[in-house]
Protein backbone atom coordinates (compact mmCIF):
# COMPACT_ATOMS: atom_id res chain seq x y z
CA UNK A 1 0.00 0.00 0.00
CA UNK A 2 2.60 2.26 1.14
CA UNK A 3 4.46 1.25 -2.63
CA UNK A 4 1.57 2.44 -4.23
CA UNK A 5 1.31 5.53 -2.84
CA UNK A 6 4.47 6.41 -3.33
CA UNK A 7 4.02 5.83 -7.06
CA UNK A 8 1.00 8.12 -6.82
CA UNK A 9 3.16 10.36 -5.50
CA UNK A 10 6.42 10.42 -7.41
CA UNK A 11 4.23 9.56 -11.10
CA UNK A 12 1.38 11.82 -10.40
CA UNK A 13 -2.45 10.91 -10.50
CA UNK A 14 -3.24 12.85 -13.37
CA UNK A 15 -0.56 11.68 -15.39
CA UNK A 16 -1.93 7.98 -14.30
CA UNK A 17 -5.24 8.96 -15.80
CA UNK A 18 -4.07 10.54 -18.98
CA UNK A 19 -1.92 7.32 -19.32
CA UNK A 20 -4.99 5.10 -19.23
CA UNK A 21 -7.35 7.29 -21.13
CA UNK A 22 -4.61 6.83 -23.64
CA UNK A 23 -4.70 3.48 -23.34
CA UNK A 24 -8.45 2.61 -23.41
CA UNK A 25 -8.45 4.17 -26.44
CA UNK A 26 -5.67 2.10 -27.88
CA UNK A 27 -7.52 -0.49 -27.05
CA UNK A 28 -10.61 0.82 -28.75
CA UNK A 29 -9.64 1.51 -31.74
CA UNK A 30 -9.58 -1.76 -33.65
CA UNK A 31 -12.91 -2.52 -31.90
CA UNK A 32 -14.36 0.97 -33.57
CA UNK A 33 -12.64 -0.07 -37.42
CA UNK A 34 -9.40 2.23 -36.50
CA UNK A 35 -5.73 1.12 -38.32
CA UNK A 36 -4.25 0.59 -35.10
CA UNK A 37 -0.72 0.03 -36.79
CA UNK A 38 -1.23 3.35 -38.51
CA UNK A 39 -2.40 5.24 -35.26
CA UNK A 40 0.94 3.93 -33.30
CA UNK A 41 3.08 4.93 -36.62
CA UNK A 42 1.96 8.86 -36.58
CA UNK A 43 1.88 8.80 -32.62
CA UNK A 44 6.37 7.62 -33.39
CA UNK A 45 6.47 10.56 -36.23
CA UNK A 46 4.88 13.03 -33.78
CA UNK A 47 7.28 12.05 -31.35
CA UNK A 48 9.97 12.45 -33.49
CA UNK A 49 8.66 15.88 -34.94
CA UNK A 50 8.07 17.21 -32.28
CA UNK A 51 10.41 15.89 -29.50
CA UNK A 52 13.40 18.51 -29.87
CA UNK A 53 10.59 21.70 -30.02
CA UNK A 54 9.41 20.49 -26.13
CA UNK A 55 13.12 19.56 -25.01
CA UNK A 56 14.05 23.03 -26.20
CA UNK A 57 12.27 24.08 -22.93
CA UNK A 58 14.20 22.27 -20.52
CA UNK A 59 17.72 24.98 -20.54
CA UNK A 60 15.35 27.91 -19.53
CA UNK A 61 13.19 26.41 -17.41
CA UNK A 62 16.35 24.83 -15.19
CA UNK A 63 17.96 28.58 -15.08
CA UNK A 64 14.66 30.11 -13.49
CA UNK A 65 13.53 31.75 -16.53
CA UNK A 66 10.58 29.73 -16.92
CA UNK A 67 8.28 28.70 -19.34
CA UNK A 68 9.74 29.99 -22.83
CA UNK A 69 6.36 31.03 -24.33
CA UNK A 70 8.94 33.08 -26.88
CA UNK A 71 10.47 29.91 -28.40
CA UNK A 72 9.01 31.39 -31.77
CA UNK A 73 11.74 33.06 -32.05
CA UNK A 74 13.78 29.92 -32.43
CA UNK A 75 11.54 28.30 -34.65
CA UNK A 76 11.89 31.71 -36.87
CA UNK A 77 15.62 31.18 -36.22
CA UNK A 78 14.99 27.75 -37.68
CA UNK A 79 13.11 29.12 -40.60
CA UNK A 80 15.38 31.29 -41.70
CA UNK A 81 17.97 29.06 -42.13
CA UNK A 82 15.58 26.63 -43.89
CA UNK A 83 14.64 29.05 -46.27
CA UNK A 84 18.26 30.33 -47.00
CA UNK A 85 19.31 27.04 -47.38
CA UNK A 86 16.40 26.03 -49.85
CA UNK A 87 17.12 29.49 -51.97
CA UNK A 88 20.84 28.31 -52.19
CA UNK A 89 19.38 25.33 -54.15
CA UNK A 90 20.60 22.92 -51.55
CA UNK A 91 19.11 19.45 -51.30
CA UNK A 92 19.21 16.22 -49.91
CA UNK A 93 21.18 15.70 -46.62
CA UNK A 94 23.80 18.54 -47.26
CA UNK A 95 21.04 20.82 -47.65
CA UNK A 96 19.37 19.64 -44.36
CA UNK A 97 22.72 19.66 -42.54
CA UNK A 98 23.31 23.22 -43.80
CA UNK A 99 19.92 24.93 -42.81
CA UNK A 100 20.54 23.07 -39.09
CA UNK A 101 23.74 24.59 -38.81
CA UNK A 102 22.33 28.24 -40.16
CA UNK A 103 19.65 27.95 -37.79
CA UNK A 104 22.13 27.51 -35.13
CA UNK A 105 23.54 30.67 -35.76
CA UNK A 106 20.32 32.69 -36.26
CA UNK A 107 19.48 31.05 -33.14
CA UNK A 108 22.60 31.89 -31.23
CA UNK A 109 22.10 35.61 -32.12
CA UNK A 110 18.46 35.85 -31.61
CA UNK A 111 19.35 33.93 -27.84
CA UNK A 112 21.88 36.07 -27.03
CA UNK A 113 18.99 39.58 -27.31
CA UNK A 114 16.45 37.55 -26.26
CA UNK A 115 19.10 36.44 -23.02
CA UNK A 116 19.54 40.15 -22.64
CA UNK A 117 16.29 41.34 -22.85
CA UNK A 118 14.88 38.63 -19.86
CA UNK A 119 18.01 40.02 -17.02
CA UNK A 120 16.17 42.90 -17.43
CA UNK A 121 13.12 41.44 -16.14
CA UNK A 122 13.74 39.02 -13.57
CA UNK A 123 10.40 38.34 -12.17
CA UNK A 124 8.35 38.85 -15.10
CA UNK A 125 10.13 36.73 -17.78
CA UNK A 126 7.17 35.01 -19.25
CA UNK A 127 5.05 37.56 -19.91
CA UNK A 128 8.15 39.53 -21.93
CA UNK A 129 8.78 35.99 -23.23
CA UNK A 130 5.20 35.67 -24.86
CA UNK A 131 5.53 39.70 -25.95
CA UNK A 132 8.86 38.45 -27.80
CA UNK A 133 7.08 35.20 -29.78
CA UNK A 134 4.25 36.63 -30.81
CA UNK A 135 6.00 40.64 -31.69
CA UNK A 136 8.52 38.57 -33.46
CA UNK A 137 6.29 36.58 -35.58
CA UNK A 138 4.48 39.76 -36.63
CA UNK A 139 7.68 41.68 -37.60
CA UNK A 140 8.80 38.10 -39.96
CA UNK A 141 4.98 38.22 -41.71
CA UNK A 142 6.53 41.74 -43.31
CA UNK A 143 10.56 40.45 -43.56
CA UNK A 144 9.29 37.07 -45.64
CA UNK A 145 7.71 39.71 -48.00
CA UNK A 146 10.70 42.07 -48.51
CA UNK A 147 13.61 39.49 -48.01
CA UNK A 148 15.76 39.13 -51.49
CA UNK A 149 14.60 35.48 -52.31
CA UNK A 150 14.67 34.07 -55.80
CA UNK A 151 14.29 30.71 -55.47
CA UNK A 152 10.91 30.30 -58.00
CA UNK A 153 9.33 27.38 -55.79
CA UNK A 154 9.05 29.57 -53.15
CA UNK A 155 8.22 33.04 -53.82
CA UNK A 156 4.70 34.14 -55.44
CA UNK A 157 4.65 33.56 -58.65
CA UNK A 158 2.69 36.73 -60.29
CA UNK A 159 5.60 39.61 -58.24
CA UNK A 160 8.49 37.35 -58.34
CA UNK A 161 8.93 38.58 -54.96
CA UNK A 162 7.90 37.97 -51.56
CA UNK A 163 7.50 34.48 -49.65
CA UNK A 164 5.00 31.42 -50.00
CA UNK A 165 2.89 31.23 -46.48
CA UNK A 166 3.38 27.34 -47.37
CA UNK A 167 6.81 26.20 -49.03
CA UNK A 168 7.08 22.14 -49.50
CA UNK A 169 10.13 20.64 -48.90
CA UNK A 170 9.66 17.59 -51.26
CA UNK A 171 12.70 17.87 -53.34
CA UNK A 172 14.77 19.48 -50.47
CA UNK A 173 14.95 17.15 -47.30
CA UNK A 174 11.28 15.38 -47.02
CA UNK A 175 11.87 12.63 -44.39
CA UNK A 176 15.24 12.45 -44.42
CA UNK A 177 15.44 11.49 -41.04
CA UNK A 178 11.99 9.83 -40.73
CA UNK A 179 13.52 7.14 -43.62
CA UNK A 180 16.86 6.85 -42.20
CA UNK A 181 17.61 3.41 -40.50
CA UNK A 182 13.03 2.79 -40.41
CA UNK A 183 11.67 -0.29 -40.40
CA UNK A 184 8.28 -1.96 -40.25
CA UNK A 185 6.99 -4.62 -37.75
CA UNK A 186 3.35 -5.70 -37.66
CA UNK A 187 2.33 -2.54 -39.99
CA UNK A 188 3.77 -0.14 -37.82
CA UNK A 189 6.79 1.57 -39.30
CA UNK A 190 9.47 3.15 -36.86
CA UNK A 191 11.01 6.91 -38.30
CA UNK A 192 14.21 5.45 -36.76
CA UNK A 193 15.93 8.44 -37.53
CA UNK A 194 14.21 11.19 -35.82
CA UNK A 195 13.72 9.14 -32.97
CA UNK A 196 17.52 8.62 -32.56
CA UNK A 197 18.31 12.42 -33.15
CA UNK A 198 15.98 13.09 -30.56
CA UNK A 199 17.43 10.93 -28.07
CA UNK A 200 20.99 12.02 -29.08
CA UNK A 201 20.11 15.73 -28.26
CA UNK A 202 18.28 14.89 -25.50
CA UNK A 203 21.56 12.86 -24.24
CA UNK A 204 23.53 16.33 -25.20
CA UNK A 205 21.49 18.04 -22.86
CA UNK A 206 21.79 15.68 -20.24
CA UNK A 207 25.02 15.64 -20.64
CA UNK A 208 25.48 19.33 -20.46
CA UNK A 209 23.84 20.02 -16.98
CA UNK A 210 26.55 17.77 -15.57
CA UNK A 211 29.35 19.73 -16.58
CA UNK A 212 30.27 22.58 -13.95
CA UNK A 213 28.45 25.19 -16.40
CA UNK A 214 25.16 23.00 -16.35
CA UNK A 215 25.61 22.70 -12.23
CA UNK A 216 25.89 26.58 -12.59
CA UNK A 217 22.93 27.31 -14.47
CA UNK A 218 20.64 24.89 -12.18
CA UNK A 219 21.85 26.90 -9.11
CA UNK A 220 20.78 29.47 -10.64
CA UNK A 221 17.05 28.75 -11.54
CA UNK A 222 17.24 26.90 -8.06
CA UNK A 223 18.10 29.66 -5.89
CA UNK A 224 19.23 32.80 -7.14
CA UNK A 225 20.76 34.71 -3.96
CA UNK A 226 22.24 31.80 -3.17
CA UNK A 227 24.26 31.20 -6.57
CA UNK A 228 24.73 35.13 -7.41
CA UNK A 229 26.49 34.81 -3.31
CA UNK A 230 28.60 32.19 -4.54
CA UNK A 231 30.40 34.10 -7.54
CA UNK A 232 27.94 32.28 -10.29
CA UNK A 233 27.39 35.02 -12.94
CA UNK A 234 23.92 35.00 -13.03
CA UNK A 235 22.90 37.14 -15.92
CA UNK A 236 25.53 35.14 -18.10
CA UNK A 237 24.08 31.48 -16.96
CA UNK A 238 20.57 32.93 -17.85
CA UNK A 239 21.46 34.39 -21.00
CA UNK A 240 23.39 30.68 -22.04
CA UNK A 241 19.77 29.25 -21.02
CA UNK A 242 17.98 31.05 -23.30
CA UNK A 243 20.41 30.90 -26.08
CA UNK A 244 20.58 27.47 -25.95
CA UNK A 245 16.91 27.23 -25.47
CA UNK A 246 16.41 29.73 -28.79
CA UNK A 247 18.84 27.29 -30.93
CA UNK A 248 17.43 23.95 -29.82
CA UNK A 249 14.29 25.57 -30.85
CA UNK A 250 15.66 26.30 -34.42
CA UNK A 251 17.26 22.71 -34.78
CA UNK A 252 12.96 21.67 -33.84
CA UNK A 253 11.43 23.37 -36.03
CA UNK A 254 13.76 21.80 -38.99
CA UNK A 255 13.53 18.60 -37.63
CA UNK A 256 9.65 19.41 -37.53
CA UNK A 257 9.89 20.34 -41.34
CA UNK A 258 11.42 16.88 -42.69
CA UNK A 259 8.42 14.95 -41.22
CA UNK A 260 5.73 17.55 -41.79
CA UNK A 261 6.84 18.33 -45.64
CA UNK A 262 6.07 21.81 -45.39
CA UNK A 263 7.53 24.76 -44.40
CA UNK A 264 4.99 27.03 -42.85
CA UNK A 265 5.80 31.22 -42.06
CA UNK A 266 3.97 34.27 -41.48
CA UNK A 267 1.61 33.30 -38.59
CA UNK A 268 2.48 29.78 -39.30
CA UNK A 269 5.12 29.93 -35.81
CA UNK A 270 2.41 31.75 -34.09
CA UNK A 271 1.06 29.18 -31.30
CA UNK A 272 4.03 26.71 -31.71
CA UNK A 273 4.62 27.20 -27.93
CA UNK A 274 1.97 26.60 -26.39
CA UNK A 275 2.17 22.76 -27.49
CA UNK A 276 5.57 22.24 -26.12
CA UNK A 277 4.48 24.21 -23.01
CA UNK A 278 1.37 21.48 -22.57
CA UNK A 279 3.39 18.92 -23.43
CA UNK A 280 6.13 19.54 -20.65
CA UNK A 281 4.20 20.34 -17.80
CA UNK A 282 1.54 17.24 -18.50
CA UNK A 283 5.44 15.66 -18.22
CA UNK A 284 5.25 16.51 -14.71
CA UNK A 285 7.78 19.79 -15.24
CA UNK A 286 6.95 22.72 -13.00
CA UNK A 287 8.12 26.61 -14.45
CA UNK A 288 11.55 26.23 -12.08
CA UNK A 289 12.10 22.49 -12.88
CA UNK A 290 12.21 19.98 -15.72
CA UNK A 291 13.92 16.58 -16.16
CA UNK A 292 14.24 14.70 -19.64
CA UNK A 293 11.52 12.06 -17.98
CA UNK A 294 9.18 15.08 -18.28
CA UNK A 295 10.39 15.70 -21.49
CA UNK A 296 9.82 12.02 -23.23
CA UNK A 297 6.71 11.23 -20.99
CA UNK A 298 4.83 14.70 -21.72
CA UNK A 299 5.82 14.20 -25.67
CA UNK A 300 4.52 10.72 -25.85
CA UNK A 301 1.09 11.59 -23.61
CA UNK A 302 0.43 14.42 -25.26
CA UNK A 303 0.97 13.73 -28.99
CA UNK A 304 -0.76 10.08 -28.18
CA UNK A 305 -3.85 11.55 -27.10
CA UNK A 306 -3.97 14.63 -29.96
CA UNK A 307 -3.39 11.24 -32.47
CA UNK A 308 -5.57 8.89 -31.24
CA UNK A 309 -8.84 10.83 -29.66
CA UNK A 310 -10.00 11.98 -33.38
CA UNK A 311 -9.70 9.08 -34.70
CA UNK A 312 -11.50 6.87 -32.35
CA UNK A 313 -14.35 9.35 -31.81
CA UNK A 314 -14.91 9.85 -35.51
CA UNK A 315 -15.62 6.29 -35.78
CA UNK A 316 -17.59 6.42 -33.20
CA UNK A 317 -19.99 9.10 -33.99
CA UNK A 318 -19.77 7.92 -38.13
CA UNK A 319 -17.89 11.39 -39.07
CA UNK A 320 -15.34 13.58 -39.68
CA UNK A 321 -14.80 15.86 -36.44
CA UNK A 322 -11.16 15.67 -36.59
CA UNK A 323 -10.16 19.06 -36.80
CA UNK A 324 -12.91 20.38 -33.82
CA UNK A 325 -12.14 16.93 -31.99
CA UNK A 326 -7.84 18.23 -32.30
CA UNK A 327 -8.66 21.54 -31.27
CA UNK A 328 -10.66 21.07 -28.34
CA UNK A 329 -8.48 18.57 -26.81
CA UNK A 330 -5.14 20.13 -27.58
CA UNK A 331 -6.52 23.06 -26.16
CA UNK A 332 -7.96 21.28 -22.88
CA UNK A 333 -4.66 19.53 -22.31
CA UNK A 334 -2.95 23.30 -22.79
CA UNK A 335 -5.71 24.76 -20.30
CA UNK A 336 -5.14 21.82 -17.85
CA UNK A 337 -1.10 22.14 -18.42
CA UNK A 338 -0.98 25.56 -17.64
CA UNK A 339 -3.35 25.75 -14.43
CA UNK A 340 -2.30 22.90 -12.35
CA UNK A 341 -0.37 23.02 -9.50
CA UNK A 342 2.11 19.96 -9.45
CA UNK A 343 5.59 18.71 -7.83
CA UNK A 344 8.28 17.94 -10.51
CA UNK A 345 8.86 14.40 -11.53
CA UNK A 346 12.44 13.31 -11.07
Not at 46 to 60: S, W
Not at 156 to 184: D, K, M, P
Amino acid sequence: MEQIKRFLTDFGLPRIIIAVYLLVLFMMAPVVGVNLSGAITDVFVRIGMNGILVLALVPMIQSGCGLNFGLPLGIIAGLLGATISMDMGYVGVWGFVFAILLSQLFGAVFGVGYGALLNRVKGGEMMIATYVGFSSVMIMCIAWLTLPYSNPVMVWGYAGEGLRSTISVEYYWLHILNNFLSFQIAGIKFPTGSILFFIFMSFLIWAFFRLKIGTAMTAVGSNLFFAKASGINVNKMRTISVMLSTMLGAMGIIIYQQGFGFIQLYEGPFMMAFPAVAAILIGGASVNKATLTNVFLGVALYQGILIITPLVLNAVLKTDMSDVIRILVSNGMILYALTRKTKVMK
